[in-house]
């Protein structure tokens, strides 16, 4: 099975930024969604990004529209998920997931799951 190993978390001041990478043991099919999530202390997980293997087009939250950007690396099997002008609100653990469905936010489309990266954004 695929493993997904996120990376790049950590304590930044707000207005920072941060650039979280995931990487993947193994490329997933074309048609499958490699996304990001994220959870606030005490809130539910929710979708933020996500992108496929064969396009260079996002799906994205309204959220973090403007703020966060996705990016892929298919040689490398590895997306990242560009932080900027970041906010306390924004904290939470970020999640990188693969879905074999093709561009889905949806969380229970998600079959994969990696650790978690922590996200603190100090006001």
């Known amino acids: 099975q695929v493993q997904l190993v996120e990376s790049g978390g950590g304590l930044v001041q707000a207005g920072g930024s941060l650039r979280l990478s995931c990487t993947a043991s193994e490329r997933t099919f074309s048609t499958y969604t490699m996304g990001w999530f994220l959870q606030a202390p005490g809130k539910e997980r929710e979708f933020v990004f996500g992108?496929?293997?064969?396009?260079?087009?996002?799906i994205y939250a309204d959220s973090v529209k403007g703020r966060f950007t996705i990016s892929r690396d298919n040689a490398k099997n590895m997306v990242y998920l560009q932080l900027n002008s970041l906010k306390p609100e924004d904290t939470a653990v970020y999640y990188c997931?693969?879905?074999?469905?093709?561009?889905?936010?949806?969380?229970?489309?998600?079959?994969?799951w990696g650790q978690g990266t922590q996200v603190t954004v100090s006001s």
């Open positions: 997931a693969a879905s074999p469905r093709r561009l889905t936010g949806v969380k229970r489309d998600y079959d994969y």
């Open positions: 992108i496929s293997w064969s396009s260079s087009t996002p």
